[in-house]
C-alpha cells in the first residue's frame, strides 16, 4: 500500500555546503541516471557544480543566480532518492518561493534540465533588479505589519512591502534600504519581538522585481510546459492551476507578489496528511512548526526513513 502525503519543497536560504553529501545524495547524483542534471547544472553555473556544493566557497553558493539552480537540483534528488526508497503517492506539492519550480519538476510539468535553466535566468534577472533589503519581522500581527509597510513607502524610490508572510509571528518585509530600515524601526516601536536584517542585497518578492518578472515573461514562453500530474499549490494564488498560461502567470507574478505561506499551511491543516520537507535543511520544518501543523518530516533529517516508516 502506497505511502500518501503532501510534499513541500523549500527556497533560497536553505542551501549548505555539502548539501550533498549530508543529504545522502551522492550517490544517486553521480548515477547514469541523474549525472545529466549534474552536469547541465554545472554548465550553467560555470562551474563543476557537485565540487563547489562540496567543497565551496560558501559565498559562491550563496550567489543568487547560482543558489537557485543547485538548490532546485539538490531538492529534486532528495525527491528522487525519497521515491526510490519508498512506495510514496504525493497528493499535493508545493514549493516555498523558488521551491516551486522544484515542485513543478517533481509533478512533470517541467523537465529538470529546462528547470535549471529558468531559475539560473530567474537569479540572473533578480541580480540585475535594483538593490534593495529584507527583514525578518517578529512578533507582530501581519495587519499591523502591512499597514508600517504602507506608511513607510514614501514613493516610487522609497517602496516596502510585505514579502513573505511565513508564519503568525513572523513576516518578511522587502524593498528599497531606507524604507525597509524606516519599517523595521516602526515595528519595534508598535512591538515587534524582534527584527532581523537578512544578509541578501535582493528586495526578493516586492515591486523592485516588477521589471525582473516582466523580462522572465519570454523565457517561460520559450519552455514547454504541462499541467502537473499531481496537485501543486502555488504561492501567488494558494490553489491549483487549471492551465499552462496560468502557471506561467503565476510564476511571473511570484517575482514581485509575496510568499502566502501562512495560508498554504492552513490548506495544509484541513488535508489530514502527513507532511515532507524535502530538500536540504529544515527551514520548512520550522515554519510548519510556527503555524501549528504536526506530523511534518524533513528528507534532511539523518533518522528521516526510519521516523516516516514508523509514523502512523
Not at 550553467?44 to 538548490?71: C, F, M, R, V, W
Not at 523580462?215 to 510546459?225: G, R, S
Not at 510568499?259 to 498554504?264: A, G, H, L, Q, T
Request: proline share 4%.
Amino acid at each position: 500500500m502506497s505511502f500518501s502525503a503532501f510534499l513541500a519543497f523549500p527556497g533560497q536560504g536553505s542551501q549548505h555546503l555539502s548539501m550533498l553529501s549530508k543529504g545522502g545524495l551522492s550517490k544517486i547524483a553521480l548515477s547514469s541516471e541523474y549525472s545529466p542534471a549534474l552536469e547541465c547544472c554545472s554548465d550553467l553555473i560555470s562551474h563543476d557544480a557537485y565540487k563547489l556544493i562540496e567543497e565551496g566557497p560558501e559565498e559562491l553558493i550563496n550567489q543568487t543566480s547560482i543558489t537557485q539552480p543547485l538548490l532546485l537540483l539538490c531538492s529534486y534528488l532528495h525527491f528522487q532518492k525519497l521515491l526510490d526508497c519508498m512506495d510514496i503517492a504525493p497528493l499535493y506539492y508545493a514549493g516555498h518561493s523558488l521551491g516551486e519550480y522544484t515542485a513543478l519538476v517533481a509533478g512533470n510539468s517541467i523537465p529538470v534540465n529546462e528547470a535549471l535553466k529558468l531559475v539560473r535566468k530567474r537569479g540572473e534577472l533578480m541580480e540585475l533588479a535594483p538593490k534593495g533589503s529584507m527583514s525578518a519581522i517578529m512578533g507582530l500581527e501581519y495587519n499591523i505589519i502591512s499597514d508600517i509597510c504602507l506608511a513607510a513607502s514614501t514613493g516610487e524610490n522609497s517602496h516596502v512591502q510585505c514579502a513573505n508572510l511565513n508564519s503568525p509571528n513572523q513576516t518578511v518585509i522587502s524593498g528599497h534600504d531606507d524604507a525597509v530600515n524606516k519599517a523595521q524601526d516602526l515595528c519595534l516601536s508598535e512591538g515587534a519581538k524582534r527584527v532581523i536584517k537578512l544578509k541578501v542585497s535582493i528586495a526578493s518578492h516586492s515591486k523592485l522585481m516588477l521589471k525582473a518578472a516582466d523580462e522572465f515573461q519570454q523565457p517561460l514562453e520559450d519552455v514547454e510546459i504541462n499541467l502537473p500530474d499531481t496537485k501543486i499549490i502555488h504561492n501567488a494564488s494558494v490553489n491549483t492551476a487549471s492551465s499552462c498560461d496560468e502557471i506561467r502567470s503565476l510564476l511571473v507574478s511570484q517575482l514581485h507578489s509575496p510568499v502566502r505561506w501562512v495560508e498554504i499551511c492552513k490548506l495544509i491543516s484541513t488535508l489530514n496528511l502527513p507532511i515532507i520537507e524535502c530538500g536540504p535543511g529544515k527551514v520548512l520544518s520550522g515554519l510548519f512548526k510556527a503555524n501549528k501543523l504536526e506530523n511534518y518530516f524533513s528528507t534532511s533529517d539523518e533518522d528521516f526513513y526510519e521516523k516516516i516508516n514508523n509514523y502512523g
